[in-house]
């Protein structure tokens, strides 16, 4: 086993690796050494990475590492939960979707706000705004993949869960509604305040609230 340098490396390559492994997609990578004594004791073993698209046949890999040092080795989080809309197409705003966990659905059995939270959270949301079980979105040809999600803080690392279905039924999925970040809204706060109090500035806050936009919307859930 080896590292993978970051030359080359991109979203799409994220992308690409994750699904490779089995998740969703990927939440964030960088490069760097964290875990210095586990990269140390390895090889690079790939000197870049490359993908033009999120379809793995297609990355073309380099298996010489080049120059590559250790700080610049590739640290990636994937993820494996997901919201749709009753359409079945993703969702990366407020609104309220039928959680999915490996492409199966999410049983309300000791499902709590905490659980909510840190299941929003591990999708890179702020937290959730909120919860529900119901049948309202396409579950029909969906397994149920995990039960009992019982968390005893907002942290998606303070949960425990099970893969076993236990009885559960349709009408008991998780719909769930997640809270952007924190930033978005408060720059919200401030242009509301700033037209009262001046309005170039209300006009230069807005600008930069949109590129706040439009940056937390290209991260990945």
């Known amino acids: 086993s080896g590292t993978v340098c ?3 490396f991109s979203d799409h390559s994220a992308e690409a690796v994750c699904q490779k492994m089995g998740f969703h997609g990927a939440r964030a990578w960088r490069s760097g050494q964290l875990f210095e004594d586990q990269q140390i004791s390895r090889e690079v073993l790939l000197g870049s990475l490359e ?49 999915l966990y490996k492409d199966g659905t999410v ?61 559960c039924w349709k009408t008991e999925n998780i719909l769930l509604t997640c809270e952007l970040r924190e930033a978005y809204h408060f720059l919200g706060l401030q242009i509301c305040f700033s037209i009262l109090m001046s309005p170039l500035l209300a006009l230069c806050l807005y600008f930069v609230e949109s590129l706040a936009y439009c940056i937390m919307y290209s991260l990945p859930n």
């Open 6 to 8: 970051d030359a080359q």
């Open 51 to 99: 993908c033009g698209n999120t379809n793995w046949s297609e990355c073309i890999l380099n298996t010489t590492s080049s120059s590559c040092s250790h700080a610049s080795d590739v640290l990636l989080k994937c993820y494996n939960f997901w919201l749709i809309s009753s359409d079945g197409s993703s969702i990366r705003d407020e609104s309220e979707g039928l959680l």
């Open 107 to 167: 049983c309300d059995d000791k499902f709590t706000d905490l659980s909510a939270h840190a299941v929003c959270r591990e999708m890179g949301y702020h937290g959730a705004l909120g919860w529900r079980s119901g049948v309202e979105h396409q579950q029909d040809y969906r397994s149920i993949t995990m039960n009992e999600v019982e968390c005893s803080g907002d942290d998606w690392n303070s949960c425990n869960f099970n893969r076993e279905n236990n009885k």
